[in-house]
């Protein structure tokens, strides 16, 4: 079975950065595709940000050369460094895992099949 446990988040100001870490029992990096998700009460589940054991990566438009997804194999991490935040990013962040595939988009939640219990981040101005 597999787990993932968000870890990271908490209150901030604006400007500041934060590193989400994504801990995977179960799954090993380097399989497949993982991502990060945000939800803000009464909206959908956005996707962030995302990546292919190939090596490619997705990026949702509003957080473009702000935020950069990366894992660590000996670690079985993936992590969510995010730089210079606004309140606009305050939500919960997820973190997913799914089976290699090419035929869905890395920030669609149908692409995954596991999911984090989530972890929030809240940015103040």
């Known amino acids: 079975e597999v787990h993932l446990v968000e870890s990271g988040g908490g209150s901030v100001q604006s400007g500041v950065s934060l590193k989400l870490v994504c801990t995977r029992n179960?799954?090993?990096?380097?399989?497949?595709?993982m991502g990060w998700f945000r939800q803000v009460v009464g909206q959908e589940r956005e996707g962030v940000a995302g990546?292919?054991?190939?090596?490619?990566?997705a990026y949702a438009d509003s957080v473009k050369g702000r935020f950069h997804i990366s894992h660590d194999n000996a670690k079985n991490s993936l992590y969510l460094e995010m730089l210079n935040l606004s309140p606009e990013d305050t939500a919960t962040y997820y973190c997913?895992?799914?089976?290699?595939?090419?035929?869905?988009?890395?920030?669609?939640?149908?692409?995954?099949?596991?999911w984090g219990q989530g972890s929030q981040v809240t940015v103040s101005s």
């Open positions: 997913a895992a799914g089976p290699f595939t090419w035929q869905t988009s890395l920030l669609l939640p149908a692409t995954y099949n596991y």
């Open positions: 179960g799954y090993t990096t380097g399989r497949g595709v």
């Open positions: 990546f292919r054991v190939d090596g490619s990566t």
